[in-house]
């Protein structure tokens, strides 16, 4: 059984910042690549940010410069920093782990943005 819970969403306002924890349990013999998604009301899940077993880091354009993605000294423990927060960063954000035996998401944890 593999559990991800995610946690320290809240409400900011516009300019702020938020730090997000992802901590994967269970029996998790590798994690190759650990994601943030988020979901917006009435959108798609979408793809936030990337990180990999070696480090390697990546993206969406929409949060460059402002969220930065890193792992624990734990490996199955990820961060997000999420920095000038904006109106539209409003949303539920979901961890997922890619690993050998299959992906697993997280429950998510809200984040609101005020303007």
């Known amino acids: 059984q593999v559990q991800l819970v995610e946690s320290g969403g809240g409400l900011v306002q516009a300019g702020g910042s938020l730090r997000l924890s992802c901590v994967a349990s269970?029996?998790?013999?590798?994690?190759?690549?650990m994601e943030w998604y988020r979901q917006a009301p009435g959108k798609q899940r979408e793809l936030v940010s990337t990180i990999t077993s070696g480090g390697s880091t990546d993206y969406a354009d929409s949060v460059k410069g402002r969220f930065t993605v890193s792992r624990g000294i734990a490996k199955n423990t990820m961060y997000l920093q999420m920095n000038s927060l904006k109106p539209e960063d409003t949303a539920v954000y979901y961890c997922k782990i890619v690993t050998s035996w299959g992906n697993y998401w997280g429950q998510g944890t809200q984040v609101t943005v005020s303007s």
């Open positions: 269970g029996s998790i013999f590798s994690i190759n690549v």
